[in-house]
């Protein structure tokens, strides 16, 4: 079974400031799914990277795709208030599997 | 173009009945994903499928859950004689292609009294 742990579960930080969340796994996956789920709404695609080592930028978001394909970074700039939510990583294995494997997500929240 | 589409946004059945949520993918998406949410649990794959074929229901419960997508209309997820334990989230998702790209729905919020 394929696991994608989330780190850290809860983050408050200042609006202004920078930060990084983490999404790991001891699985190889072929793409990786970035998403960002609003109380009461589902999950809102943000990003998903394909190659190894990719970086994609989203205004002030950066995501990252390790080099084995394992893990993934997002790291936002200059926190806004509207960046508040809940952050969910999400893995295709690939192989004729067609399921997305959810991590449990970062519930993240930015202070004015 | 319009968003997945998920109907209803909330259901409220007792023990024993029926429930049917409804989706309709984004347009010319033939792939279709139900997922499943429970309270500070991550989202759970049910099942996937094409127009009028399951491919994959390795997610889904074997005794009271079916779906369907069928050629006209909406994906139907179907849970027979529900439980408390059934109250969740319900989640449709679809794309245009393979799995790495998944639209996802509001939602169909599922509480069994």
Excluded at chain 1, 17 to 44: K, M
Aim: net charge positive; charged share 20%.
């Amino acid at each position: 079974t394929q696991l994608l742990e989330q780190s850290p579960q809860f983050l408050s930080i200042q609006e202004g400031e920078n930060l990084t969340v983490y999404c790991n796994s001891s699985s190889v996956f072929s793409s990786l799914q970035w998403y960002r789920q609003e109380p009461g709404e589902g999950p809102v695609l943000l990003v998903t990277v394909v190659t190894g080592g990719e970086v994609k930028k989203l205004k002030r978001l950066t995501f990252q795709f390790g080099d084995a394909r394992k893990d993934s970074s997002l790291h936002i700039t200059a926190a806004q208030p509207g960046d508040t939510g809940l952050y969910l990583c999400a893995g295709a294995s690939g192989a004729g599997s067609y399921q997305l494997t959810f991590g449990k997500g970062t519930k993240l929240s930015v202070i004015p | 173009n319009a968003g997945v589409m998920q109907n209803p946004r909330h259901l409220v059945r007792r023990r024993g009945q029926e429930a049917r949520l409804r989706c309709s993918p984004m347009k010319g998406h033939s792939h279709v994903y139900w997922y499943r949410q429970l309270p500070e649990e991550g989202l759970k794959f049910m099942v996937y499928l094409q127009k009028e074929n399951i491919i994959d229901e390795s997610g889904m419960p074997k005794e009271r859950f079916s779906a369907e997508f069928p050629k006209e209309g909406p994906s139907i997820l179907r849970i027979q004689q529900v439980v408390r334990g059934d109250s969740a989230a319900y989640f449709c998702a679809s794309s245009p292609t393979g799995p790495d790209t998944q639209y996802f729905g509001p939602g169909t919020r599922l509480t069994v009294l």
